[in-house]
């Protein structure tokens, strides 16, 4: 049962320290979606890449967020520097049409 | 992004009982409509999806309805059980590329 996985999990930090987050999508979906989710905004949608091109970052704060695709295989999501307002969990997904499956994400958690 | 809109935000149902989630969409080029199911600290996970060509889907206990003219679809659970307490997103495909519309979610409580 192929999963997108994610990690890290869990990530601590402090205000102003860099993070970056990965995924690895299904093997054989080239389009990566990245989400980020608070209760009060719900599912928001940050960037997404089809075969490793980026195709729409409207979503992200572009001064401290980036996003990427190494390769096929991997896709991150750095923030420089954190900021509170960042902590959310921040989920991957990955597709070969229009269906999404999603990872299982990582709770960020910036002091 | 195009708005979608979820009803209602908390849903409180008895066993047996049936739920349903209404969602409308403003963006009339979308052609995609999928519903997702999130437990508490887990991922969103797709349970049923519908296409534009069809006005109704159902596996199970679980359909999908889908009114174009209107811009709304809906998700119908019949014979809930306590399992399918959860929060349940209804999305869109924007019309242009590949990304999803969500709505704000609805949080399903069902009881013994």
């Known amino acids: 049962d192929a999963r997108v996985t994610q990690t890290p999990r869990h990530k601590v930090t402090e205000m102003g320290q860099e993070v970056t987050m990965r995924c690895q999508p299904i093997?054989?979906?080239?389009?990566v979606f990245w989400y980020r989710q608070t209760m009060m905004q719900g599912l928001e949608l940050l960037a997404y890449?089809?075969?490793?091109?980026?195709?729409?970052d409207s979503g992200m704060p572009k001064d401290r967020f980036s996003a990427e695709m190494p390769d096929a295989t991997l896709a991150t999501l750095k923030i420089q520097p954190s900021e509170p307002r960042d902590s959310a969990v921040y989920f991957c997904?990955?597709?070969?049409?229009?269906?999404?499956?999603f990872g299982p994400g990582t709770r960020l958690t910036v002091t | 992004g195009e708005n979608v809109e979820q009803h209602p935000s908390t849903l409180s149902v008895q066993e047996g009982d049936s739920a349903v989630i209404k969602c409308t969409y403003s963006?009339?080029?979308?052609?995609?409509f999928p519903w997702y199911k999130q437990e508490l600290g887990k991922r969103p996970q797709l349970i049923i999806d519908?296409?534009?060509?069809?006005g109704e889907k159902k596996d199970q206990r679980i359909a999908v309805t889908l009114n174009k003219t209107a811009k709304h679809f809906s998700l119908h659970i019949t014979e809930t059980q306590p399992e399918d307490s959860a929060v349940y997103f209804c999305?869109?495909?924007?019309?242009?590329?590949?990304?999803?519309?969500f709505g704000k979610g609805t949080s399903l409580l069902v009881t013994p």
């Open positions: 997904a990955s597709a070969t049409g229009y269906e999404q499956y």
């Open positions: 093997l054989g979906h080239n389009t």
């Open positions: 890449f089809r075969n490793r091109a980026p195709l729409d």
């Open positions: 963006d009339s080029a979308s052609n995609y």
């Open positions: 519908i296409r534009s060509n069809v």
């Open positions: 999305a869109a495909l924007a019309g242009s590329g590949y990304a999803l519309n």
